[in-house]
């Protein structure tokens, strides 16, 4: 994956989740962060604001190489989990875990009643 393909992608994903869950309006990373910055924690803005720039520069520069891809995808990753809402993450931990659950009683109990059962 190219540098533009990465972080072009990346904003494009932190664009996306600035619209839906915080109701971001403008054109840019820059203008969209401007937007909700009040509704934003203070570290994400630093980082988001980081992502923003390197993409400019990735987009806009020609010669411009992303110096540290790592780097700039860890700041993505903390940025998108932190814009993310917690109760979807936790909608779908309690699902996992019914799932989990009741697959477990199911083998137990037939398990336990597997003689029983009568297959006519």
């Known amino acids: ?3 533009i393909e990465l972080v072009v992608s990346r904003s494009r994903r932190l664009e996306a989740l600035l619209k839906s869950q915080f109701h971001a309006e403008g054109k ?3 203008q969209l962060i401007n937007s909700v ?4 924690p203070h570290d994400i803005i630093k980082k988001l604001r980081y992502i923003a720039t390197i993409r400019n520069k990735v987009v806009h520069e020609e010669h411009y190489t992303l110096d540290d891809p790592e780097a700039f995808k860890q700041a993505a990753r903390e940025c998108e989990k932190e ?8 909608i779908w931990g309690v699902a996992i875990a019914l799932v989990i659950l009741l697959t477990g009683a199911a083998l137990v109990f037939y398990y336990n009643n597997w003689h029983a059962i009568k297959l006519d």
């Open 1 to 3: 994956m190219s540098d």
């Open 28 to 30: 840019g990373l820059h």
């Open 37 to 40: 910055e009040e509704r934003l």
């Open 83 to 90: 814009l993310t809402p917690n109760s979807g993450r936790i």
